[in-house]
Nanobody
């Protein structure tokens, strides 16, 4: 079983920065592609960013491209999401997820159904 625990959420003013982390335990972290998703009140959960197990491939939603950066440290079993130039519309619960469907080094899925394990989420609130 794989456990994912997010941390680092909080309240930040528009234009500010925040980094959320996701610690993974249970199985070999480096075998999993990792992704970040978010869900705002009254909206469906949406894709934010993904990173392949090697870290060599990343993929972003258009809404965060150029502002957010996903990265991973396989030695620490942790994936990060650095969020800069935050906007009020970035307010949401942010979830990390792990996918072990394919072993390709560039595999970084954006579809939530391709992910096998999910964290409990961390709240990010951006005030205007």
């Amino acid at each position: 079983q794989v456990q994912l625990v997010e941390s680092g959420g909080g309240l930040v003013q528009a234009g500010g920065s925040l980094r959320v982390s996701c610690a993974v335990s249970g199985r070999t972290f480096s075998r999993y592609a990792m992704g970040w998703f978010r869900q705002a009140p009254g909206k469906e959960r949406e894709f934010v960013a993904a990173i392949s197990w090697s870290g060599g491939n990343t993929y972003y939603a258009d809404s965060v491209k150029g502002r957010f950066t996903i990265s991973r440290d396989n030695a620490k079993n942790t994936v990060y999401l650095q969020m800069n130039s935050l906007k009020p519309e970035d307010t949401a619960v942010y979830y990390c997820a792990a996918s072990g469907r394919y072993s390709g080094s560039t595999y970084a899925p954006s579809i939530q159904y391709d992910y096998d394990y999910w964290g409990q989420g961390t709240q990010v609130t951006v005030s205007s």
